[in-house]
């Protein structure tokens, strides 16, 4: 990726190694800058920033902001989710054109995840 990101997230956490090691083990995101105060990812054009807080963070699974990202098998998707300290969330939803579910990260917050038919 040559320059700043176009399109992505900006995800606030007090241990960015551990939310960052989440992403890139779950979703196969590439690091391409780390320093101690934040750690970008990419994958497919879309950057995730993850940042330590520039305040007191609220409390354990409060989110303005909810990722979505798709995956190749939902299931081992929200079973990988749990071993890298995240949790899935019960039910399943369909739409002609994907199925999604809910997991949170390792901080908590909220993803919803896609498969493509």
């Not at 007191?56 to 190749?72: A, C, Q, R």
């Amino acid at each position: 990726m040559n320059g700043p990101a176009k399109h992505g997230a900006l995800v606030y956490s007090n241990d960015i190694k551990n939310l960052a090691g989440f992403y890139t083990a779950l979703f196969a995101m590439d690091v391409i800058r780390e320093t101690t105060e934040l750690i970008s990812l990419v994958k497919d054009g879309f950057n995730i920033v993850i940042h330590t807080p520039p305040v007191t963070m609220p409390p354990p699974d409060f989110n303005s902001v909810k990722l979505f990202l798709t995956v190749d098998n939902i299931e081992d998707a929200k079973l990988k989710a749990e071993e890298l300290g995240g949790r899935s969330f019960e039910g399943l939803w369909s739409n002609p054109l994907f199925t999604v579910c809910n997991i949170a990260d390792s901080d908590g917050n909220h993803i919803q995840l896609r498969q493509f038919r």
